[in-house]
């Protein structure tokens, strides 16, 4: 004797395996068609494209001195002033693209004084921004680690400290 068979609340395959679920879509996936889609063809976007405009963008905020770890930062110094040599966009820029959506993390260095929550939301709405509008891609977050505060006087390569030993040594 067999035992009717009840209809199941969850599709499932044929090897009796639950199939996801596709009422709704997943939070991280975007929905309707991409604008880097059409019928006549697709476009894509290196990371290093996307690196640069979070880069630029993130720079035009005031209150940021600087990208990258101490070490990065000294790097970048040295390469400044070999002839030919140039500062880098992406130093400190982080950067995943997919084929619709992007993620950005950025190391900085703030300016004393500035509210660094403030900051870091301006930072945001303009990478935001920026990013989406150049490329059409949606972008799911920006991370602002602030690793380092640059205080008046601390510029790099200065002869302030050399000045004021000498003028304690009279």
Partial sequence: MSTPATPSPTPRTADNVAAPSTTSPSPA??????PL????GRTTIADGVVAKIAGLAAREIPGVHGFGSSAAR????????????RSSTTQGVSVEVGERQAAVD???VVEYGVGIAELARSIRRNVIS????????????????????H???????????????????R
């Fill in 74 to 85: 000294a790097f970048g110094a040295i390469t400044e002033r070999i002839p030919g040599g």
């Fill in 151 to 169: 205080l008046p006087g601390d510029d790099d390569g200065s002869d302030d400290d050399a000045a004021a030993t000498t003028a304690r040594v």
């Fill in 130 to 149: 920026s990013v989406s509008q150049m490329t059409g891609l949606e972008v799911v977050e920006v991370n602002v680690n602030v690793v380092d505060l």
């Fill in 106 to 108: 950025l190391t900085v």
């Fill in 37 to 40: 889609e059409s019928s006549t």
């Fill in 29 to 34: 996936r975007a929905t309707g068609p991409s």
